[in-house]
């Protein structure tokens, strides 16, 4: 989004082609707004090689992965590949004591090895439309009928889905139309000292030196069309899959990343992003911070629960280092200034013209708005990070559908079925000793940090029966309740009744904290959710318009984007340079055999200490691990292919850097960059590490 020099438009329109040419997450089908800058900066292939419906393209072999992540296809026999971070959940859920998959890694040396993964999918994008013209002026009733019109004309005759996604704030429409395979494999991933060397520590940060990858296969039925896991199924041939270059990265390349961006917020007024700064951020960041140290504790003490909290507690840390980085940003960019000019340029605009009188009051509603919105916002953040920030309570609140079901009594043999299966993969990796403990210290937060007067009723309970005591009333939860313990869940579901759920603690702390935050903060919130979505509309309907003649781009929603730019090292403060690559030497030098997350695996160092690299190392003879580009990413991202001009895979986004944190609202051009794997520490890792050449032989290597 353009920052406070739109202002000085004289400035601007000397320089904008050159400052902004790598921000912008780009929907593929409408390159040819960008073509020639991206030509410029060394893109050799055709929009038609990128995307197309009638022909292979690039976007066929860009998958969204498991709906929070994106992979791609790197053999013709469907071999995918995404983050170590993106494939961890899979790996641990196949380790145990005996099989610490997540410490010593997983390689399948042989198809049938390969390990199933029920409830991961991946999806393909077959094509993308914008129907914008067919839903205005239409009412509800009238595009609920064209919806259901688009899903017969797009989906039903192919077995394919859709989606139909607002862009700008609902003045634009896309319909996305997608294949999803849910057989999904685990072939390989490195031990965690490799997928997450640096750990916490250097989450988010720059100069690193982490392999973070693993590697996946599709299958599909005999017939070729995507099916539910069993032995029968056969890999899946893909449309395209990407070429591997082997030559490296230099300074000044080009780059391009696909894929499924989850979420910016380029168009945040000042009135959000000052909420957020002031309000938002240090409630999440507080909260997580209990959290996190609470699971740490009982993770450094037992191994069994390392490994069953491995994946929640990397889950929680990641975005709690996010939130802090954030506001860090947020301040040392001086964003909320940068977007107070912003909007006095747009009031000016409004103000040139008199037909612009619909936007008069915008900027004046949202004043009002967040006001508004910052007197509920802390419980709103409390239910979601505190309340259900408990396993307990998040199971309860789940089983809330089988509750109705049962007073109802609706709940028949797949629905019980269902309910089983739910606990079953619940207490997999729960430690009730644990979640007590986060259970007792987040509701004390709860109830000492949110005002009084919109506390829920059970708060009136604990102070009055356990004279406000949360670990005495906690114990008798957890003694009682069956989503603490398998052996009460199992009974209760040899008989189950919404007569027992009632009575049961767990439940009865989740529908009192539910309910009165319905009744007393839910009318507010829904009130002012309409509100805002509305004023948001109008906002970019004017900022379209107020830009019309410059390209534009919508807030990433999890759709394939496209995103350009090029290999940079970058000055991130005074007399301090950080260079485009990393090496297994930097690695080296950060070794640490008494911290976790700088321990490096003995077969590692004995391949750096003989140099045993193979065909990977550069061309000074040195391992490169890492590199950065000015790619414009974000969360979901994660497993991203970085191409060159050629469209060949150089590398695997996983990251952005500290000093861009405040990225996904204003871009900043000097300082933000993705952080990728570069493919030969992939190839290298796979070949000479783990001794899976097979892997390496199904792919398309180019020099």
Known sequence: MLKRLIVFITIVSLSLGNLFADEGMWLPFLLGKNYDQMKKLGLKITPEQIYSVNNASLKDAIVNFGNFCTGEVISQDGLILTNHHCGFDAVQSHSSIEHDYITDGFWAMDRSKELSNPGLSVTFLIRME??????????????????????????????????????????????????????????????????????????????????????????????????????ENVPYHPRKHLSISTAGVKKNDFSMVMGYPGGTDRYMT???????????????????????????????????????????????????????GQNQGLKRLHVIDDKKVEEAAFADWVNQDSSRAEYQDILANYKQLFEA???????????????????????????????????????????????????DDYFKDYNKGTDQKVFAALLKMYYTDIDKALHPGIFTVIEKKYKGDFDKYATMVFSKSIFANKNLFDAFMANPSAAALEKDPGFACMTSILGDFRRDVGPALGALFGRLELTNQLYLKGILEQRKNQVLYPDANFTMRLTYGTVQDYVPRDAVHYNFYTTLEGLMEKEDSTNEEFIVPKKLKDLYNSKSYGDYANEEGKLPICFITTNDITGGNSGSPVMNGNGELIGVAFDGNWEAMSGDIIYEPSLQRCISVDIRYVLFMIDQYAGAKHLIDEMTLVK
Not at 271 to 280: C, D, I, K, L, T
Not at 383 to 407: D, H, R, V, W
């Open 270 to 324: 000042s009135f959000e992003v000052a909420m957020n700064y002031n309000q938002s951020n240090p409630a999440k960041i507080k909260i997580r911070e209990t959290r996190l140290a609470l699971m740490k504790a009982d993770m450094d003490a037992n191994p069994a629960v390392r490994i069953q909290y491995a994946s929640k507690y990397a889950r929680v840390s990641n975005y709690y280092k996010y939130f802090i």
């Open 130 to 231: 914008d129907v914008t013209e067919r839903f205005a002026n239409k009412t509800e009733e009238e595009k609920a009928a064209l919806t259901k019109e688009l899903e017969k004309e797009y989906g039903e005759a192919n077995d394919y889905t859709i989606d139909i996604e607002d862009f700008f704030a609902g003045n634009q429409k896309i319909v996305f139309v997608y294949q999803i395979f849910k057989d999904i494999r685990l072939v390989g991933a490195p031990p965690s000292s490799v997928g997450k060397f640096g750990g916490d520590t250097d989450n988010w940060m720059w100069p690193r030196q982490t392999g973070d990858f693993s590697l996946f296969r599709v299958y599909m039925s005999k017939d070729g069309k995507p099916a539910e896991y069993s032995k």
């Open 373 to 423: 919105y910052s007197k509920v916002n802390l419980p709103y953040i409390y239910i979601q990070e505190a309340a259900f920030g408990t396993e307990i309570l998040e199971f309860a609140y789940k089983s809330n559908a089988y509750y109705g079901l049962l007073k109802s009594d609706k709940f028949d043999a797949a629905a019980k079925e269902k309910m089983i299966a739910a606990g």
